[in-house]
């Protein structure tokens, strides 16, 4: 079996060991050719394999990488079908990730520079330029003025430049300051100066092309008529697949993996799960295929256990959970309540309305429009379906999103109201796996009681359901929620099922909510009967070991009716 590309961007050293298997995008380098742009910006989610595809870029294009062209792009789109403009520019690579924001502004602009200053002396030793040239660059600590200079000594060569993760440190610094990021981006700011040089290079025909991606288009629209030589092509239909893989890139990598390994009798369920996990993201709404997360992808096949033929123990690495985390704190620009409230109903309806906005303007409100635009742009909501004219439907695109939403809401309902909840979430999570209910009930009864009692007007059933998920969301380690799945027409309000059979109980929750206590009885009724309802359902009756509660919340708390045990 090929070896996973997981955490590798090497483009070169995927290709020379051909060891790895590896999805062909370099049909897009073509496509990218042939637009009339030469300086592009590319945005799409964390960990979506936009460093892989920028390193092919490096190669293609890179005039010291034409001697092993061939080797280099053998069994590929591009190797058998190439471009006049192959091998035919000096590369400039430079990428911004790993700054460290929370060490001050002084601190971020010596690594910024630090990091244009590695990079453009890697350049000169490259292309063989004299040693007194390499001095003069490290003499110099200023971004701009690193970069001007690079463009004075490298006046008559063709450069390509390619930046990878734009705006990593610039969304961190947002995330904590809008004036810190406004005094880094607007004018005389160190990143602002930095990028009116590379404009001023475009003019002069030194910088002949340009391909930039990042995850959103803020900082850019922040630098505003500094840099507005690019071509945000993000959202065009012909690049809706260009990072990603599709159902059938990903069917590809599962039969060259997983099913040559495994004689799997269960590989539609497997292909659905895996769907259900990662896919989603529509970037067009004309674009034909949905795309999934690559780099999640991999890291299931990755972490497929092969010995035994089973699914992994975790179904997401911890590291680009805590991006994922990281760049969250994003959903504090604005008026932080508002966003709260989108993000509420987002949870509530899995679904919200809005436009996608061409341009930012922070020095306004930030608004409704804007907020969707930037959680869209971040991959925590995608396309759903057109509502009419701009306006698109938008929905959450996956259960990995689903799952960082529901644990966003349990730490923001704990840190709103002084409540410990995550201090005792592994030890309700073992008791419920072992069948005993007890800590989790007097968990969400403490939770609900203290938010009925502050916002009894606007708790109901759908509220009461966002809160028990956020509590449950903990337990996705231990088992796959289900939140109103369809089944049969009829439709549970959650479902804990057992990631694997060492798990020995799952749940049915059927959830109501009494806001007069004359109604309890009737509500309790009710809700008992539709559980028997599902319990005589094929799909529900297939589920082992399966614990069926009516729970009823209230002001007062909540309680826990047992239906089948």
């Given at each position: 079996m090929k070896k996973i590309i997981y955490g590798e961007s090497n483009f070169r050293k995927v290709k020379i060991n051909s060891d790895y298997l590896y999805i062909?995008?370099?049909?897009?380098?073509?496509?990218?050719?042939?637009l009339n742009e030469s300086f592009l910006v590319f945005l799409r989610p964390r960990r979506f394999g936009k460093s892989l595809f920028l390193s092919t870029l490096q190669y293609y294009y890179d005039e010291n990488s034409a001697h092993e062209f061939n080797k280099i792009f053998a069994d590929t789109y591009i190797g058998e079908n190439p471009t006049p403009l192959k091998s035919s520019y000096r590369i400039l690579f430079l990428e911004f990730s790993g700054i460290e924001v929370e060490k001050g502004l002084d601190f971020v602009y010596d690594r910024f520079g630090y990091k244009v200053k590695l990079k453009i002396t890697s350049y000169l030793k490259e292309y063989n330029y004299p040693k007194e040239k390499i001095k003069e660059i490290e003499e110099i600590n200023d971004p701009a003025d690193i970069i001007g200079k690079?463009?004075?000594?490298?006046?008559?060569?063709?450069?390509?430049?390619?930046?990878?993760?734009?705006?990593?440190?610039?969304?961190?610094?947002?995330?904590?300051?809008?004036?810190?990021f406004l005094k880094i981006v607007g004018k005389g700011g160190f990143v602002r100066s930095f990028y009116e040089v590379l404009k001023s290079a475009t003019q002069t025909g030194t910088l002949q092309k340009m391909f930039i991606t990042g995850v959103t288009p803020i900082t850019l629209d922040s630098l505003s008529s500094g840099f507005n030589i690019v071509s945000n092509i993000s959202y065009h239909e012909e690049f809706n697949e260009?990072?990603?893989?599709?159902?059938?890139?990903?069917?590809?990598?599962?039969?060259?993996?997983?099913?040559?390994?495994?004689?799997?009798?269960?590989?539609?369920?497997?292909?659905?799960?895996?769907?259900?996990?990662?896919?989603?993201?529509?970037f067009n709404m004309n674009a034909k295929n949905r795309v999934y997360n690559s780099t999640?992808?991999?890291?299931?096949?990755?972490?497929?256990?092969?010995?035994?033929?089973?699914?992994?123990?975790?179904?997401?690495?911890?590291?680009?959970?805590?991006?994922?985390?990281?760049?969250?704190?994003?959903?504090?620009?604005?008026?932080?309540?508002?966003?709260?409230?989108i993000l509420e109903q987002l949870i509530k309806t899995d679904s919200i309305t809005g436009i996608i906005k061409d341009r930012y303007d922070l020095n306004r409100d930030f608004t409704e429009d804007d907020f969707i635009t930037l959680i869209y742009s971040m991959g925590f909501i995608t396309i759903k379906d057109e509502?009419?004219?701009?306006?698109?439907?938008?929905?959450?695109?996956?259960?990995?999103?689903?799952?960082?939403?529901?644990?966003?809401?349990?730490?923001?309902?704990?840190?709103?109201?002084?409540?410990?909840?995550?201090?005792?979430?592994?030890?309700?999570?073992?008791?419920?796996?072992?069948?005993?209910?007890e800590l989790f009930k007097n968990q969400l009864n403490e939770v609900v009681k203290t938010l009925s009692n502050r916002d009894l007007m606007g708790f109901d059933e759908k509220y009461f359901q966002v809160i028990t998920l956020s509590l449950l969301s903990f337990s996705s380690s231990f088992y796959f929620i289900d939140s109103q799945p369809e089944k049969d027409n009829k439709y549970p309000d959650i479902l804990l099922i057992g990631r694997d059979e060492k798990v020995p109980n799952n749940y049915l929750f059927e959830l109501k909510w009494v806001k007069n206590?004359?109604?309890?009885?009737?509500?309790?009724?009710?809700?008992?009967?539709?559980?028997?309802?599902?319990?005589?359902?094929?799909?529900?009756?297939?589920?082992?070991?399966?614990?069926?509660?009516?729970?009823?919340?209230?002001?007062?708390?909540?309680?826990?009716?047992?239906v089948q045990d």
């Open positions: 062909d995008k370099t049909l897009f380098i073509e496509k990218l050719e042939n690079f463009f004075e000594i490298a006046q008559n060569d063709k450069i390509y430049l390619l930046i990878d993760e734009y705006d990593q440190f610039a969304n961190a610094i947002l995330a904590y300051s809008m004036d810190d260009m990072a990603g893989f599709t159902q059938e890139e990903v069917e590809y990598s599962l039969d060259n993996s997983i099913f040559l390994k495994c004689d799997i009798d269960y590989k539609d369920e497997l292909l659905e799960k895996i769907k259900l996990w990662y896919n989603g993201y529509l999640m992808v991999n890291y299931f096949i990755s972490q497929f256990d092969y010995k035994r033929c089973q699914m992994p123990t975790k179904m997401l690495d911890s590291n680009v959970a805590s991006d994922y985390k990281a760049i969250m704190k994003l959903f504090n620009i604005g008026d932080t309540e508002k966003n709260y409230k509502a009419f004219g701009e306006v698109l439907n938008f929905q959450i695109p996956n259960y990995v999103i689903k799952i960082l939403y529901f644990n966003y809401f349990a730490i923001e309902i704990e840190k709103r109201n002084s409540l410990s909840i995550q201090s005792s979430i592994t030890q309700i999570l073992i008791s419920l796996a072992r069948g005993d209910i206590r004359d109604n309890y009885d009737t509500k309790k009724k009710e809700g008992i009967e539709q559980v028997k309802g599902y319990l005589k359902l094929d799909k529900i009756k297939s589920i082992p070991k399966l614990k069926a509660y009516l729970v009823i919340g209230s002001k007062d708390g909540v309680k826990f009716i047992l």
